[in-house]
C-alpha cells in the first residue's frame, strides 16, 4: 500500500482516480473546492511538509472545458494567457518541488493534454476556438516533467500523461460527433480508462520509468 496526494481531486478525473487508487492506497486529497489554493506557497510548503506521501498526481488545471474565445488568436488578452500559466505552470512547478523536498518521496505523474502535444484542430470548433493558454501551458507540462524527471534523478521518477478528450455529458453533442469522427478509435475516452495506467505509474512496477510521457488519446496523435 503507497500514500499518494491527489491534487484536483474533485474534478471529473480527479474524483474517478481518487475512488480508484483508494482502493488499495491512503489517497490524500487536494482540490480548490476543498479549499486547498496551489498559487499559494504559503498553503503549499506546509502542506506537503505536514503530509509525506510516496507519489504525487496532479490532475489539478485551468481548463476551458468548452466555453471557447469567440475571438480570434489576435485578440485574446494576454491577462488570460497569463491565468493558465500561473495554474499550469508555475503552481504545478511549486508543487512538485515542495513534494519532492520530502524525504521519501517516490514519484510524481504530471498531466498534460493531446492539445499539448498537438494544435487543437480549428475544424472542431465551430464558434471559436480553444485558448491558445491552454495549449500553450499544457505543452510546458511537458518540458517540465522532463525537466523535473532529469534532475530529480535517482530519487524521485517523474512521468508525463497526456490524456484525448473524455466523454461527459455537457459536451456539444456536434463537437463529440466531429472528435469522435477524426479520432482512430473512434469515440471519446471513458473516465475509468486511466485508472490503470496512474495505478502502474504509481507503483514499484514502472520502477525504471521516468521522463516519460505517454499518450493516452485512441490514437489522436498518430495521424
Given at each position: 500500500?503507497?500514500?499518494?496526494?491527489?491534487?484536483?481531486?474533485?474534478?471529473?478525473?480527479?474524483?474517478?482516480?481518487?475512488?480508484?487508487?483508494?482502493?488499495?492506497?491512503?489517497?490524500?486529497?487536494?482540490d480548490l473546492a476543498l479549499g486547498h489554493d496551489l498559487r499559494d506557497e504559503s498553503f503549499v510548503n506546509p502542506f506537503f511538509k505536514e503530509n509525506p506521501?510516496?507519489?504525487?498526481?496532479?490532475?489539478?488545471?485551468?481548463?476551458?472545458?468548452?466555453?471557447?474565445?469567440?475571438?480570434?488568436?489576435?485578440?485574446?488578452?494576454?491577462?488570460?494567457?497569463?491565468?493558465?500559466?500561473?495554474?499550469?505552470?508555475?503552481?504545478?512547478?511549486?508543487?512538485?518541488?515542495?513534494?519532492?523536498?520530502?524525504?521519501?518521496?517516490?514519484?510524481?505523474?504530471?498531466?498534460?493534454?493531446?492539445?499539448?502535444?498537438?494544435?487543437?484542430?480549428?475544424?472542431?470548433?465551430?464558434?471559436?476556438?480553444?485558448?491558445?493558454?491552454?495549449?500553450?501551458?499544457?505543452?510546458a507540462v511537458i518540458q517540465l516533467s522532463r525537466h523535473l524527471a532529469v534532475h530529480l534523478s535517482p530519487d524521485v521518477r517523474v512521468n508525463c500523461v497526456?490524456?484525448?478528450?473524455?466523454?461527459?455529458?455537457?459536451?456539444?453533442?456536434?463537437?463529440?460527433?466531429?472528435?469522435?469522427?477524426?479520432?482512430?478509435?473512434?469515440?471519446?475516452?471513458?473516465?475509468?480508462?486511466?485508472?490503470?495506467?496512474?495505478?502502474?505509474?504509481?507503483?514499484?512496477?514502472?520502477?525504471?520509468?521516468?521522463?516519460?510521457?505517454?499518450?493516452?488519446?485512441?490514437?489522436?496523435?498518430?495521424?
Open positions: 500500500m503507497s500514500s499518494i496526494i491527489i491534487t484536483g481531486s474533485e474534478g471529473l478525473i480527479g474524483s474517478e482516480v481518487s475512488r480508484f487508487l483508494s482502493q488499495n492506497n491512503t489517497v490524500i486529497k487536494l506521501a510516496d507519489y504525487l498526481v496532479n490532475l489539478f488545471a485551468l481548463n476551458d472545458h468548452g466555453d471557447l474565445p469567440k475571438t480570434s488568436l489576435f485578440d485574446v488578452p494576454l491577462e488570460s494567457v497569463q491565468k493558465y500559466l500561473d495554474v499550469n505552470i508555475l503552481a504545478l512547478f511549486s508543487v512538485c518541488r515542495a513534494f519532492a523536498r520530502q524525504k521519501g518521496a517516490k514519484g510524481i505523474v504530471n498531466f498534460s493534454s493531446t492539445y499539448g502535444m498537438v494544435s487543437p484542430r480549428p475544424e472542431l470548433y465551430d464558434d471559436g476556438e480553444k485558448h491558445i493558454g491552454y495549449s500553450i501551458s499544457k505543452g497526456a490524456p484525448g478528450g473524455v466523454y461527459v455529458d455537457t459536451i456539444p453533442k456536434s463537437l463529440k460527433k466531429k472528435y469522435e469522427n477524426e479520432v482512430p478509435m473512434k469515440r471519446m475516452m471513458d473516465v475509468g480508462e486511466l485508472n490503470g495506467l496512474i495505478g502502474f505509474l504509481c507503483s514499484d512496477q514502472s520502477s525504471y520509468m521516468t521522463g516519460s510521457v505517454i499518450a493516452n488519446d485512441g490514437g489522436w496523435t498518430a495521424i
